[in-house]
């Protein structure tokens, strides 16, 4: 018996491709952030990876270079919210001479680590992948610098109104710097 061909839809050829491809995608970022997270301290930020990522444009089929690119770039634009929240609550008023200053040097940290994450970018961009590492922890440095000054600040224990800020900006920074640490391995 001869085998016969069966025509199929092409609206439906495409939505399986399309479906495929997806689930693909998913798997190579989910993959990604596991192998960039795994044996380490870091391994919880794994599902913070793989969301970071999944939800910016471009990581579909990315592969781990393209991740890095993408972390990196995502971090960029965290630091640069990071400063115009920190002008906002400046604006806002309301702080003690304290919090002034502790607003101040968070916001002059950001601002560094904004001129240093671009240095990371062209170090990525250009494969000096040890000159990238040693720029993201200077970038890392911006947010923990943060919290220590209103720690210092709130020294009757109120909390930092940058809190969520910088724990994002440090998540996004060591996610990115794995991700690159794993195109090392």
């Known amino acids: ?45 794994a599902p913070f990876c793989v969301a970071s990522l999944q939800a910016a444009p471009g ?45 101040a040097t968070c916001r002059a940290r950001y601002i560094e680590a904004l001129n240093v994450v671009h240095s990371a970018v062209h170090a990525l961009a250009a494969g000096r992948l040890q000159d990238y590492a040693a720029d ?14 209103f720690g210092a600040a709130n020294a009757g224990g109120g909390a930092s109104p940058l809190r969520k800020v910088d724990e994002d900006a440090v998540n996004l920074t060591t996610v990115a710097t794995l991700i690159v640490r794993s195109l090392e391995k």
């Open 136 to 149: 993201m922890a200077v970038v890392g440095k911006a947010a923990a610098d943060c919290e220590d000054a």
């Open 59 to 103: 990581s579909d089929g990315a592969d781990a270079r393209g991740l890095a690119t993408i972390a990196t770039n995502l971090t960029l634009a965290n630091y640069t919210a990071a400063v115009a929240t920190i002008k906002a609550l400046e604006r806002r008023g309301g702080w003690s001479a304290a919090q002034r200053g502790a607003l």
């Open 1 to 45: 018996m001869a085998a016969r061909l069966v025509p199929v839809p092409p609206f439906l050829l495409l939505l399986v491709l399309a479906g495929s491809r997806a689930a693909l995608a998913s798997e190579t970022v989910e993959q990604i952030c596991a192998r960039a997270t795994s044996g380490g301290a870091h391994s919880d930020l």
